[in-house]
């Protein structure tokens, strides 16, 4: 059963965090340079909340474009799902399902280990399908003949 923490293995484990009282136009210069769709707020070393595009184009709207002097504290997400490194692979789809989830922060009790993306999802299966595939394959052409009718 695929794990959270091979998923992380795979991707990398680059963090990208802020904290609450970041500005807002701070979070999105990082996140159009660094080509990310969240970022992890961490306060006092604990996970605060997540700050992803939804909650930055939702204030955009409600501010006809404008982000002014808003800190990320008053639009992140402050109550984020959060899985751990050894949660399956199908427990993290359905959260993400479930809560309308994009990325979903991983923490290993207070720390933070990284963030597993909608994306991070598709490519995890998509690699695991393909493997399976692959084990079926060699599977197949290993199968014993029947010695009688020379059939499989």
Do not use: C
Not at 44 to 65: C, P, V, Y
Not at 98 to 122: N, Q
């Amino acid at each position: 059963m695929l794990k959270v923490s091979e998923i992380l293995r795979v991707k990398g484990n680059t963090l990208y965090t802020a904290t609450p009282d970041t500005q807002v136009s701070v979070a999105i210069s990082t996140m159009s340079e660094q080509d990310i769709g969240s970022l992890v707020i961490m306060e006092s070393g604990m996970l605060a909340g997540m700050l992803t595009f939804r909650e930055i184009m939702r204030h955009l709207d409600q501010n006809e474009g404008n982000v002014g002097e808003t800190t990320i504290r008053a639009i992140m997400d402050d109550a984020p799902v959060s899985v751990s490194p050894n949660t399956s692979a199908e427990e993290v789809q359905r959260l993400m399902l479930d809560k309308h989830a994009r990325y979903i922060p991983v923490m290993d009790g207070p720390t933070l280990l990284g963030v597993i993306s909608f994306y991070d999802m598709a490519q995890a299966i998509v690699a695991a399908q393909q493997f399976e595939n692959n084990m079926l394959k060699a599977y197949i052409r290993e199968w014993p003949m029947d010695s009688a009718s020379g059939n499989p």
